[in-house]
C-alpha cells in the first residue's frame, strides 16, 4: 500500500516511528505505576496511529474492513476454540445464562459479524461530510466539518463481538481505538485483537489502530480511565455497576450508554394479536440485549391482557405483577408478587414486570419514574395517543406498533454500534460513524484581516 491512496497526505518517511516505545520491554508491569506507564505507551502508539488513520482515504478503510471480515470467517475454527475455553470457564464460575448468551460467538453470530463489517465498508464515510458551511461578507470562507475523535477506547462485559464492532467502526471513521473487554471474554477477544491486527498490518495501515488492555486487568482499565490527554472519548457498554464506575471515576471524557429498562404500554385500542406477537419478539427472541423489554404496562381498558400473559407463560416467562394484574388473569396464568425493586430491574432473562395502568397518562408517568431512557414503544390504533406519546416519552428511542428489538445500530441501518446512548450531550440513540467524529471549521481567506 502506498502513500498515494491519501490524497494531500504528507510522506511519512521510513524513520518515522510506528510505535512508541513501552517501557521496560521485557518485563511484566506489576505495580500500579507501571501498568500505568504501560497504558499510557499503549495510549501514546494509539495516537500515533490515529494520526495515520485520519488520513487514509474510503477506499483505504474499506480494504482494511473486508479485510477483517474475510479473516473472521478464515480464522472462525481460531475463534471458536478461543470462545469455547471463556464459555467453559464461565460455566465453572457460575455465570448466569443471560451472560453466557452474551459471551457465546458460533458459526452464526461469526458470519453476521463479517456482514456487519461488509455493511460499514459500503457507507458513506462520514470524515469530510460539511456539516455547514457560509461565505462571509468579508470573503471569508467557513466549513464545518465532521474529523475523527482520535483516540477511541471502550470497556465492555463478556460480550466479544463488541470487540469487532467497535473496531470496524472506529476504523471507519479515522479513529484508533483501545479495547478493555474483561477477563470472562479473555481468550476471545486476545484471538479477536490478533486477526484484527494482522488485517491492518495486511493492507498496510497500522496494527497499533486496535489494541487492548486487557492484559493488566482491572488495574489497566483504571489507568485507561486516567488517561486524559492521551484518550479523547471513553465509551462504557455493560451493565449499570461497570457504566456508573467508570462515569464517576473516569478524568477521560465519557460517553454514557445506558442500561436497558425497557417499557412496553399496550393502550386500550390496541390489536390482541398483534400485541401478543410483538411481546413475544421484544421479551423472548434475545433476552438477555439491552433492547428487550423489562416492562409491559396495559390499559385497563384493554382486553388482551389474558392472552398476551398467557403467551408469555407458554414461552418460559415469569410475571412480576401488580395486585390488579393478578386479579385480571385466570388462575391458569401463575404469577409472582411484583415490587418496586422489579420496576427498577433490567433483568436481561426470561422475566417481566407486567402492572394495569388507567390511562396513558399513567404510562408515561410509570415510565418517567423507571425509565432508564433507552426504549420504550406504545401499541395502539389511536393515533393521537401515538402523538402523544412520541412527544410525552423522553428516551432514546420511541416506538410505535413495533418490537423494541429494533433499537439497534444493525436495525437501523448504521452497519454496527459502539453502544445505545442515554445521555443527551454529543450522541443520543444507538451510536454508529457520525457519533465516532467530532467536527473543526475550516476558515479560508485571502488576506483578510480584522477591524
Known amino acids: 500500500m502506498t502513500e498515494a491512496l491519501i490524497p494531500n497526505a504528507p510522506a511519512i518517511s521510513e524513520e518515522t516511528p510506528l510505535v512508541a516505545p513501552a517501557p521496560d520491554a521485557g518485563i511484566t508491569p506489576s505495580t500500579p505505576a507501571e501498568v500505568e506507564a504501560a497504558v499510557h505507551a499503549i495510549a501514546d502508539r494509539s495516537r500515533h496511529a490515529a494520526r495515520r488513520m485520519a488520513r487514509a482515504n474510503r477506499a483505504w478503510k474499506d480494504r482494511a474492513l473486508r479485510a477483517v471480515g474475510d479473516a473472521l470467517l478464515e480464522h472462525r475454527g481460531r475463534i471458536l476454540a478461543a470462545n469455547a475455553k471463556d464459555v467453559a470457564a464461565g460455566k465453572a464460575n457460575g455465570t448466569s445464562i443471560a451472560l453466557l448468551d452474551r459471551l457465546t460467538l458460533d458459526e452464526k453470530r461469526i458470519e453476521a459479524l463479517a456482514a456487519a463489517l461488509e455493511s460499514l465498508a459500503n457507507l458513506p464515510d462520514p470524515v469530510g461530510n460539511v456539516v455547514r458551511g457560509q461565505t462571509l461578507p468579508n470573503g471569508l470562507r467557513l466549513r464545518q466539518i465532521n474529523v475523527p475523535m482520535g483516540v ?5 462485559e463478556a460480550r466479544p463481538n463488541v470487540t469487532v464492532d467497535i473496531a470496524g467502526l472506529a476504523l471507519k471513521s479515522g479513529n484508533a481505538v483501545i479495547l478493555r473487554g474483561g477477563t470472562a471474554a479473555a481468550s476471545t477477544n486476545d484471538t479477536l485483537v490478533q486477526i484484527l491486527r494482522d488485517a491492518l498490518e495486511s493492507v498496510g495501515l497500522p496494527a497499533d489502530a486496535v489494541q487492548t488492555v486487557d492484559q493488566y486487568g482491572r488495574e ?22 461497570l457504566i456508573q464506575t467508570v462515569v464517576a471515576n473516569s478524568s477521560v471524557p465519557v460517553i454514557e450508554t445506558g442500561e436497558g ?25 434475545r433476552p438477555s440485549v439491552c433492547n428487550t423489554v423489562e416492562t409491559l404496562l396495559v390499559h385497563s381498558g384493554s382486553s388482551v391482557l389474558p392472552a398476551v400473559a398467557a403467551a408469555l407463560r407458554k414461552a418460559g416467562v415469569t410475571l412480576h405483577t401488580d395486585e390488579r394484574t393478578r386479579a ?5 396464568v401463575d404469577t409472582v408478587p411484583a415490587t418496586d425493586e422489579d420496576w427498577a430491574t433490567e433483568y436481561m432473562d426470561l422475566d417481566l414486570a407486567v402492572a394495569i395502568v388507567d390511562s396513558l397518562d399513567d404510562a408515561v408517568k410509570h415510565i418517567r419514574t423507571w425509565s432508564t431512557g433507552h426504549t420504550e414503544a406504545i401499541l395502539t390504533n389511536n393515533l393521537a395517543n401515538a402523538e402523544r406519546f412520541i412527544a410525552e416519552v423522553d428516551s432514546a428511542a420511541v416506538i410505535v406498533n413495533a418490537s423494541t428489538r429494533f433499537t439497534d445500530g444493525g436495525e437501523f441501518g448504521l452497519g454496527a454500534e459502539v453502544g445505545i446512548s442515554t445521555q443527551k450531550l454529543h450522541a443520543r440513540g444507538p451510536m454508529g460513524l457520525p457519533e465516532l467524529t467530532t467536527t473543526k471549521w475550516i476558515v479560508q481567506g485571502e488576506g483578510q484581516i480584522r477591524s
Not at 477511541?152 to 465492555?156: G, H, K, R, S
Not at 489497566?220 to 455497576?241: C, F, H, K, T, W
Not at 385480571?328 to 391458569?332: C, E, I, M, T, V
Request: charged share 25%; aromatic share 4%; net charge negative.
Open 328 to 332: 385480571a388473569l385466570p388462575a391458569s
Open 152 to 156: 477511541v477506547a471502550a470497556i465492555y
Open 261 to 285: 429498562n425497557v417499557h412496553i404500554f399496550i393502550d386500550e385500542s390496541a390489536d390482541e394479536e398483534m400485541a401478543t406477537e410483538i411481546l413475544l419478539n421484544a421479551k423472548t427472541q
Open 220 to 241: 489497566g482499565a483504571n489507568a485507561l480511565m486516567r488517561a486524559r490527554g492521551r484518550v479523547d472519548v471513553l465509551i462504557p457498554r455493560g451493565g449499570r455497576e
